[in-house]
């Protein structure tokens, strides 16, 4: 089962097990950091339990059970109608839905909901999926509503409940139901995985860029991440020679440009991992062990231009950016106080 989702080996056996016991529970927790694929298994298990052509608990992945069950729209912020959240989404399968929050909470409507279609019997199939997608934001009236459902489980429905902080869910919701912990995926399988969909070269970097999350890796724009990365690696290259401040003033104004606000953000967190892979690197590191593995030539350069206690004043400087940031000072004034310190100016 679940051939085709990366790592998380343990909870497909687990969940094999289940299947093949013909013990699958009637609400099952799936506990672990954003971006695992938590989601991904849920729609997994019921493609498998639903699938006609199902074997060995594999759904077959082409018939239209499984073309039309993952195909769930929950509606965008730009067009978020609260009511449109009172109730479960329906996936193009009339026997998979799925609770989600409208903005900090799932409502209880939608639990009501939920509730209702789980004690219907199944339209097509045997049995009736839904997912409670980030169950942690329940607000209490939504998270004692599930609670009564979960005391008496409807036969023929399984409820999965997502999330990454389960610390945060009702003790009685948790201990009815079966927990499976996914952990973050090794960076190996995600290149696997992901050389499906990328040239080869691209899925070592996004599975590097990860934090060992799929949803992540998936996600990342590698084109605007590059130019981004370009760009910082100009910033260091210029902090690490002689006379380079004039060329960083000139970078901090560009950064500054209102129309490259969104990136700000983006570019200081790619400069910080620079900084960091250079300070690997000085330590002897291998250009395979660092993140920017691709551009470890370079980084190498300005490693052995510079002094130790220079980078490690440079991790300091960001991380006081970060913190001038978080308390909204003004972003030029920050960014060219950054630039001016690397610059040893
Ligand atoms: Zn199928």
């Not at 009501?112 to 942690?136: C, M, Q, S, T, W």
């Not at 389960?166 to 973050?184: D, M, V, Y």
Request: some cysteine; proline content about 4%.
């Amino acid at each position: 089962m679940f051939s085709r989702l990366a790592g998380n080996s343990d909870v497909k056996d687990a969940l094999r097990r289940m299947m093949a016991a013909d013990r699958l529970p009637g609400a099952l927790l799936f506990s672990g950091p954003d971006g695992v694929g938590k989601r991904q298994f849920a729609l997994e298990l019921a493609k498998a339990s639903l699938c006609p052509k199902a074997k060995d608990f594999e759904a077959c992945d082409v018939c239209p059970v499984c073309q039309r069950i993952p195909r769930i729209e929950i509606p965008t912020d730009d067009d978020k109608n609260k009511d449109n959240f009172k109730r479960v989404f329906s996936s193009e399968h009339p026997d998979v839905g799925m609770a989600h929050r409208y903005k900090r909470f799932i409502l209880v409507d939608a639990i009501r909901h939920l509730e209702a279609e789980a004690n219907f019997r199944p339209y097509e199939g045997e049995k009736r999926f839904f997912i409670v997608d980030e169950a942690d934001h329940m607000n209490d009236a939504a998270a004692n509503a599930l609670l009564k459902t979960l005391e008496e489980p409807p036969a023929t429905s399984h409820i999965i409940l997502l999330t990454a902080m389960p610390g945060a869910l009702l003790p009685t919701i948790r201990s009815r139901c079966q927990t499976l912990r996914f952990a973050p995926v090794a960076r190996e399988e995600i290149e696997q995985y992901l050389k499906a969909s990328h040239s080869h070269e691209d899925a070592r970097l996004a599975a590097r860029l990860s934090r060992g999350s799929i949803g992540r890796a998936v996600s990342l724009d590698l084109e605007v991440f590059r130019r981004q990365r370009e760009a910082m690696l100009h910033v260091l290259q210029s902090a690490a020679l002689r006379g380079g401040l004039a060329n960083l003033l000139r970078l901090a104004e560009a950064l500054n440009d209102p129309k490259q606000k969104d990136e700000f953000e983006a570019q200081t967190e790619i400069l910080q991992m620079l900084i960091s892979d250079t300070l690997h690197l000085k330590m002897r590191a291998r250009a395979a062990e660092v993140v920017n593995e691709d551009v470890a030539d370079d980084l190498m350069r300005i490693a052995e231009a510079v002094s130790t206690a220079r980078i490690e004043s440079w991790v300091n400087e960001i991380e006081l950016l970060n913190e001038r940031l978080a308390v909204n000072i003004n972003r030029k004034i920050a960014a060219d106080r950054l630039f001016v310190q690397m610059a040893g100016a």
